[in-house]
């Protein structure tokens, strides 16, 4: 084999919106409210393997605002992309979706939140930038703490 051909490889093949919803369940009386919302914001990263040498990773973000007992708007955007990541070591792959993968599609998703939430009629919501490295990290040591003994929590 070719030196070239064990390098290690990475390209971006596609960047897609895979799902986008959002919800106003109650307009038109949420725009009469003079009340700023509460925003809660969730984010989760995952990935699969697609086809030898082909990953499809997926950023996924739920926003929801919510003002006294009701929700104002609900928005789930799933952000995803199909990578080729090659000539890694297996213990390398993980890592390489859940961190740099995901701080590539970020940006995407955090663009189609405040797109959906601009389009239903709100100031729009422009998220906080992401450290997907402690987060893989912090994921990393939970689920270490769980296989050395610790009860997994119920969720």
Not at 59 to 64: H, I, K, P, Q, Y
Request: net charge negative; aromatic share 8%; proline share 6%.
């Amino acid at each position: 084999m070719t030196e070239q051909a064990q390098q290690p490889m990475f390209s971006i093949e596609k960047l897609f919106v895979k799902d986008l919803s959002i919800e106003v369940p109650n307009a038109p009386a949420v725009f009469l409210e003079r009340e700023a919302p509460q925003v809660n914001v969730e984010l989760n990263t995952s990935g699969d393997k697609v086809n030898d040498g082909y990953y499809m990773v997926t950023v996924s973000v739920t926003v929801n605002a919510t003002s006294k007992d009701h929700t104002v708007f609900l928005v789930d955007v799933k952000q995803s992309g199909v990578f080729q990541i090659r000539n890694f070591a297996e213990a390398d792959i993980e890592p390489v979706m859940m961190i740099g993968c995901a701080n590539i599609l970020f940006p995407y998703a955090r663009e189609a939140v405040s797109d959906a939430i601009m389009r239903a009629g709100f100031q729009p919501i422009m998220l906080a930038p992401v450290n997907f490295e402690a987060l893989y990290q912090a994921r990393q040591q939970a689920q270490q703490g769980n296989q050395a003994g610790n009860a997994p929590s119920l969720q």
